[in-house]
Structure formats: C-alpha cells, structure tokens
C-alpha cells in the first residue's frame, strides 16, 4: 500500500512536471515536445513495473538507480545530493557543518576517526584518531558506512548523542567507553598553517576555498609582513580541490590589483555569463611570489594559479594542474535534496579555459602540447589550455608507488601510527621530533602478513591463466618470474623508505597538534618547499622566468 502511494505522488508530480514544461518560456519547441514525451514515457514505464513486476519494488531505490544513470552520463561534477549528504556537502563546500568535528572512515568492521579536528565536539571530549565508533545510542554500528554515520549525527546544533567507542591501548586490548557528544557547528580551517620556512621566505598553505578563504590569506599575508623582513612568499595550493568561486577572486584580489578580470564565464544560458573582477585594494603587489600546484590542484585552485601567471605575478612551481575547467550551480530540486549542475566553463585572463579535453575512466588524460591551443600572459610569455595549468618550473614527486598507495588503502600507516603513539604522551618540540624507528615499521607490516597487487602481477596471473587455455601450461613455468617480482616487492619498501617515514611524521604530529602539526612536519621534508626557498633566494632566475 506504502509503495503504490508513494508511486501515485511521484506520477503527480512527473505529470506537473511535464505540465510545467508548457510553460518554460526559452525551451524550444523541439526540445520540450522531446522532453514532454521522454518523460511521459517514463511516467508508464514506472507504473507498469510497480504494477506487474513481479517482486515489490522500494520506490527510493529504483528511482534513485535512475537518477545515478542519469548522471553517470554526463560529467563528473554534475551530481544528485540527498538529503544523508547534505552535511557531506556544506562541509566541502562551505568548511561548515552540524556534527561532531572528525574525518571518518571504515577500516574493517567498523567506521572510525581517521582526523579529530581541533577545538571540536569530538576533541574537547577527548576522542582520537584510531578511535572506532561501535555502537550510538546503544545500537551496533558494525558494517555501517561513513555516510550512515554521518546521516545520524547530522542534526540540531546544541543536541546530543551516547557515543560508544573502541580505543587501543598498551598490551594489545581495546578499551570501550561512552560520551556524550553535543552536536556544533565545526567550522574547518582553510588556512590552518603560515609562518616562516627560512630567514626571509614565508609560508601560507591554503587547503580550501570555503568562506573567507581570501580573508583568511589576506591576514596571512599582512602578519608574515608585519612580524618579519619578509623577501619572499611561498603560496601552497597543492592537493587543494577549488571550493567557491568568489572566494577564488578574493585569493586572487590579495595579489593583483582592484579591477582586475580573474574569470569569465561562458555557458549554454548567455544570461548567466559573468566577468568577476577584484572588487578590493590588493595586500601586496611586489613581493616575489611562488605557487606551489600538483595533479591535485583543481577548480578554483586552477582559477588562482592560472591567474598569477596570466598576470605573471609569480611563479608557478610543481606538476600540471587537474584540469577542471567547469562551473556548478547548486539548486533546490525539493525534499532538502539538490542537483549540483554544470552551467558553464570558467576562461581567465588569457583567454585560455583549464578543462580537461580527454577522459580516462573518469579521469582527465594528459594531451601533447602540439594538440593545445596558445595564448599569451601579459608580458607576453606562451601559455597553453586543454587541460590543467602547467608550471613555470617542473618540479615535485613521480607517480605514488603501487606499495604507498596498498599501505594507504589497507590503513597500515593509520593503523601503526595509533599503535605507536600508545607510549608517547606528548611531542614538545615539533622540529626535533624524527621517527626512528623503521625496523619496528617493517616488523608491523610482517606481522599483519602485509600483501599488494602491482599491475605485474595481474598481467602475470593473465599470462598464467591464458598458457592455461592456449595448452602450453606444461610448457610455460612461471614460479621462477614469481620469484623475482616477490624480491623485486620486498626491495620496493627500502625504497620508499623515505616517503613512508614522512607519512608517519605527518600522521604522528597530526595526533597531538592537528592539521597545524601535519603540515609543519611536512615542510621539513619537502623537495619543492626547498625548491621554492631557492628559486626566491635566486630574484635573477624569478626574475628570468617571468619575462617574455
């Protein structure tokens, strides 16, 4: 009975739809006798099945399969949000939302804090990383994913939750306790670290483009002024996803001067085309600047990075950007849920738009330079679109190794870190702490009889299976090629040591001094930071770089 009510609303509500179209005054009429029909369609294909098919059908579920068809057909930003993902999605977009302030995730059975944000619900109580949630309000939480949790503990900031956790201890046994946790509003940094990485050169790491973003790089900027002789300015936007758009403005305006284009936009509704210029006095115009990006680097990232260079304000050092080169409007499609939709394609100064033009199972595919278009910077410097903004200096880190990638994914970094932690009480001093101790590291990984599958091994199983059905299984002897992979596997870790000791730097100051503590750790062993101190100790050579 439930499921033929909720089938009768949702044809009332297609049928206003298809009434509403009548009524759209820029459809063509081509198009809105093709979208009437398509969706009249879908109107008897939806009854038919409710009526006939032969098991009951969840309403929810099969509509929703729907949507996902339907998005999965267009491009990757374009998205449905539910109402369980609203407050997913303040957080990226907003770097707000109503919980309880930690980076979630399931590892094994249970889902647990993977970050503790600082001066949040979850740390004024205490809670760390490595704290698994095992049960709210007394009911099992096993199996259960990050968005369930996440859909439970949304609500009503000032109300509360009985929170059962499982925590590590010395000797190997888990501790259970139970708080009670208020719900807040967490508000997230977006710029959680500045300071001083040489005697001149200063530091801002801006890690999103939520509220205030261009605010929060301006004080950063005026402070590093203020407290120091500062020659120099190193602005990381590595690893950062983009964010708002006006914010992407406001970063920019701290550098170039008031009245100045940043981004045109283009789309199918020529109405909503807007030209956003700096509206304000910038903080600095002179001072020597370089803007770290990487592969990560997209969005409004790509809007700032490409603008410095437009306006050959500063230097661009590290590996060519994401590529994404689209705008999104988020509207209200009813029932709190929203459709994020691309509307149009952002262009900066030059005249160049970022967006990828190749994909790869959703992913933007690197093109050759003689298939870019070119454009020039204001001192005439060539610069080139399809795809990302590339760096004045290349610079940086290969591709993740197959071995950092598995640690990652099983969450044996995470897990060996929580463990070691256990019998430190504190890290007074974040410049002198060194982790030591990697023959305990590699003693964990053989005790949790660690294991990863490179693409050899599965073009190896391959050839295996295929000698198999060729008939030539007698004849094809691969133990020896296993053999040399496997040793070839165990060299790989010795490797990596040192990328491996700096994500346990990381994660170990991360758990007594945030996101702060991470990146302060991180300077310290950073190629491109040391690059980046040289190339401004070196004004010839900036200087060099952004001349024609």
Same mark, same amino acid.
């Given at each position: 009975?439930?499921?033929?009510?909720?089938?009768?609303?949702?044809?009332?509500?297609?049928?206003?739809?298809?009434?509403?179209? =009548?009524?759209?005054?820029?459809?063509?009429?081509?198009?809105?006798?093709?979208?009437?029909?398509?969706?009249?369609?879908?109107?008897?294909?939806?009854?038919?099945?409710?009526?006939?098919?032969?098991?009951?059908?969840?309403? =929810? #579920?099969?509509?929703?399969?729907?949507?996902?068809?339907?998005?999965? =057909?267009?491009?990757? %930003?374009?998205?449905?949000?539910?109402?369980?993902?609203?407050?997913?999605?303040?957080?990226?977009?907003?770097?707000?939302?109503?919980?309880?302030?930690?980076?979630?995730?399931?590892?094994?059975?249970?889902?647990?804090?993977?970050?503790? %944000?600082?001066?949040?619900?979850?740390?004024?109580?205490?809670? *760390?990383?490595?704290?698994?949630?095992?049960?709210?309000?007394?009911?099992?939480? *096993?199996?259960?994913?990050?968005?369930?949790?996440?859909?439970?503990?949304?609500?009503?900031?000032?109300?509360?939750?009985?929170?059962?956790?499982? #925590?590590?201890?010395?000797?190997?046994?888990?501790?259970?306790?139970?708080?009670?946790?208020?719900?807040?509003?967490?508000?997230?940094?977006?710029?959680?670290?500045?300071?001083?990485?040489?005697?001149?050169?200063? %530091?801002?790491?801006?890690?999103?483009?939520?509220?205030?973003?261009?605010?929060?790089?301006?004080?950063?900027?005026?402070?590093?002024?203020?407290?120091?002789?500062?020659?120099?300015?190193?602005?990381?936007?590595?690893?950062?996803?983009?964010?708002?758009?006006?914010?992407?403005?406001?970063?920019?305006?701290?550098?170039?001067?008031?009245?100045?284009?940043?981004?045109?936009? *283009?789309?199918?509704?020529?109405?909503?085309?807007?030209?956003?210029?700096?509206?304000?006095?910038?903080?600095?115009?002179?001072?020597?600047?370089?803007?770290?990006?990487?592969?990560?680097?997209?969005?409004?990232?790509?809007?700032?990075?490409?603008?410095?260079?437009?306006?050959?304000?500063?230097?661009?050092?590290? +590996? #060519?950007?994401?590529?994404?080169?689209?705008?999104?409007?988020?509207?209200?499609?009813?029932?709190?849920?929203?459709?994020?939709?691309?509307?149009?394609?952002?262009?900066?100064?030059?005249?160049?738009?970022?967006?990828?033009?190749?994909?790869?199972?959703?992913?933007?595919?690197?093109?050759?330079?003689?298939?870019?278009? #070119?454009?020039?910077?204001?001192?005439?410097?060539?610069?080139?679109?399809?795809?990302?903004?590339?760096?004045?200096?290349?610079?940086?880190?290969?591709?993740?190794?197959?071995?950092?990638?598995?640690?990652? =994914?099983?969450?044996?970094?995470?897990?060996?870190?929580?463990?070691?932690?256990?019998?430190?009480?504190?890290?007074?001093?974040?410049?002198?702490?060194?982790?030591?101790?990697?023959?305990?590291?590699?003693?964990?990984?053989?005790?949790?009889?660690? +294991?990863? +599958?490179?693409?050899?091994?599965?073009?190896?199983?391959?050839?295996?299976?295929?000698?198999?059905?060729?008939?030539?299984?007698?004849?094809?002897?691969?133990?020896?090629?296993?053999?040399?992979?496997?040793?070839?596997?165990?060299?790989?870790?010795?490797?990596? *040591?040192?990328?491996?000791?700096?994500?346990?730097?990381?994660?170990?100051?991360?758990?007594?001094?945030?996101?702060?503590?991470?990146? +302060?750790?991180?300077?310290?062993?950073?190629?491109?930071?040391?690059?980046?101190?040289?190339?401004?100790?070196?004004?010839?050579?900036?200087?060099?770089?952004?001349?024609?």
């Amino acid at each position: 009975m439930k499921s033929k009510l909720l089938s009768l609303r949702l044809i009332a509500f297609l049928i206003i739809v298809v009434a509403g179209l =009548s009524f759209t005054p820029r459809a063509p009429w081509g198009n809105e006798f093709e979208i009437s029909k398509n969706i009249e369609i879908f109107i008897n294909l939806y009854k038919t099945l409710n009526t006939n098919y032969v098991d009951d059908l969840d309403p =929810s #579920r099969l509509m929703r399969t729907g949507i996902d068809a339907m998005m999965n =057909s267009l491009d990757p %930003y374009t998205n449905y949000i539910t109402e369980a993902q609203i407050e997913s999605y303040r957080m990226l977009t907003e770097g707000r939302y109503n919980g309880f302030g930690a980076h979630i995730d399931l590892v094994r059975d249970y889902v647990t804090m993977i970050e503790v %944000y600082e001066n949040s619900p979850a740390a004024n109580a205490g809670l *760390k990383a490595g704290d698994q949630i095992i049960a709210i309000e007394g009911r099992s939480t *096993k199996g259960k994913t990050p968005e369930d949790i996440n859909t439970i503990v949304a609500g009503v900031s000032g109300t509360e939750l009985s929170v059962t956790l499982s #925590r590590p201890m010395k000797g190997g046994k888990d501790k259970e306790f139970t708080v009670s946790l208020a719900r807040e509003e967490v508000k997230i940094p977006n710029v959680p670290y500045y300071g001083m990485v040489s005697e001149h050169i200063g %530091y801002i790491a801006l890690t999103t483009f939520t509220q205030e973003a261009g605010k929060n790089v301006a004080k950063a900027l005026s402070d590093l002024k203020e407290d120091y002789d500062l020659k120099g300015v190193i602005f990381d936007l590595r690893s950062n996803g983009g964010g708002l758009l006006h914010e992407a403005v406001n970063v920019c305006n701290v550098f170039i001067p008031k009245g100045e284009v940043v981004v045109t936009t *283009k789309g199918k509704v020529r109405d909503w085309d807007r030209a956003f210029k700096t509206l304000n006095p910038p903080v600095d115009l002179e001072i020597p600047l370089v803007v770290l990006i990487n592969d990560k680097s997209a969005s409004a990232s790509e809007i700032v990075s490409g603008v410095i260079q437009d306006y050959d304000r500063g230097v661009l050092l590290g +590996q #060519r950007s994401y590529g994404k080169g689209l705008v999104q409007n988020t509207i209200d499609i009813g029932y709190n849920s929203r459709l994020k939709m691309t509307t149009s394609k952002y262009y900066i100064p030059s005249g160049r738009c970022i967006q990828s033009v190749e994909y790869k199972e959703g992913e933007p595919v690197d093109i050759s330079d003689d298939r870019r278009a #070119r454009f020039t910077t204001r001192a005439g410097r060539v610069v080139l679109d399809g795809g990302g903004v590339a760096p004045d200096v290349a610079a940086g880190a290969a591709e993740q190794a197959p071995l950092v990638k598995a640690l990652e =994914s099983q969450f044996l970094i995470f897990d060996y870190v929580t463990e070691y932690v256990l019998d430190i009480d504190t890290i007074a001093d974040l410049k002198a702490f060194h982790f030591t101790n990697w023959d305990g590291f590699k003693a964990y990984l053989a005790e949790r009889n660690f +294991q990863y +599958q490179t693409e050899t091994d599965k073009l190896l199983e391959k050839a295996i299976e295929q000698a198999k059905k060729d008939g030539y299984e007698k004849d094809f002897t691969a133990a020896a090629l296993q053999k040399q992979l496997a040793e070839a596997k165990k060299l790989e870790l010795e490797r990596n *040591k040192a990328v491996l000791i700096d994500r346990i730097e990381k994660d170990v100051a991360s758990r007594y001094y945030f996101q702060n503590g991470k990146i +302060q750790i991180g300077l310290r062993n950073d190629q491109e930071i040391k690059d980046a101190i040289g190339l401004l100790d070196d004004p010839a050579k900036y200087q060099k770089l952004l001349k024609k």
